[in-house]
């Protein structure tokens, strides 16, 4: 049994417990949200997806995010991966602030620090898993031989060294799962955020993901998933409830 403290999951936000992390990842604030607040405006209606979140991560924590449809998950979210800004409050990743960032300067911290995993692969049908996985080193102007040889370590860090010349059409569910995963790592981000991650396979290779999730965080990423399945939460250090845009339970 893995000795980092879990929270109990239900199907309804448990009592406030505290979660004090092992001593060895007793480590800095990754992410540091303040009064995240942020609303659309959807015709004459105006949705407040955030309502004033709080947020702590710290670096090499497992992280899951639940809630109900419409709680915010995908909001905070995108908040998190920088995929959007806050209509007010303070967004620190590793120290940094982020909240007011032009959108050039978004992608290159979501290029640099931020690693996507989600539910449905967005993998390339003709593309070879190899050159999947060293295309966000292209667009970061890496030279052809070292995204390459970058891609060939993080497919053998997920257990492909053997299917690095397969086309998505040739893997499994859980293959092209970890293909993807490898796409996410091979820029060497401090944070992998996965949305729904296995929410695309059967159990049983949900599973396996979810058990490779768990190495790298023992290797020291920090992982946060957004689920809404209690098997796939469990795994993580810490659950963080959502309910009408505001974090109702979990250590914030």
Do not use: C
């Not at 980092?4 to 001593?23: F, G, R």
């Not at 966000?136 to 102007?141: A, D, R, T």
């Amino acid at each position: 049994m893995n000795k980092k403290t879990k929270q109990i999951i239900t199907e309804t936000p448990p009592a406030v417990t505290s979660s004090v992390l092992p001593e060895s990842l007793a480590m800095n604030n990754v992410i540091e949200m303040t009064n995240i607040t942020k609303s659309y405006e959807m015709g004459e209606q105006v949705v407040h997806a955030l309502r004033g979140v709080d947020l702590t991560i710290k670096e090499s924590e497992y992280v899951a995010i639940m809630g109900p449809s419409g709680s915010g998950k995908s909001t905070l979210m995108n908040m998190i991966g920088v995929l959007d800004v806050p209509n007010s409050g303070v967004y620190l990743l590793d120290g940094e602030d982020v909240s007011e960032l032009s959108s050039d300067d978004r992608a290159r911290i979501r290029n640099k620090r931020i690693g996507f995993v989600f539910q449905q692969f967005n993998l390339l049908a003709r593309t070879p898993a190899l050159k999947q996985v060293s295309l966000p080193l292209m667009y970061s102007g890496v030279a052809r031989s070292e995204r390459l040889r970058h891609a060939a370590e993080a497919l053998t860090k997920v257990g492909l060294a053997d299917r690095m010349d397969h086309r998505p059409d040739e893997l499994s569910g859980g293959q092209q799962q970890r293909v993807a995963i490898a796409r996410a790592l091979v820029t060497r981000p401090s944070i992998i955020l996965a949305d729904e991650p296995t929410g695309a396979l059967d159990s049983q290779t949900g599973d396996e993901i979810m058990d490779l999730f768990s190495k790298l965080n023992q290797q020291g990423m920090t992982i946060i998933t957004v689920t809404h399945e209690s098997m796939v939460a469990e795994r993580a250090h810490r659950v963080i409830w959502l309910r009408d845009g505001l974090i109702v339970n979990g250590d914030q």
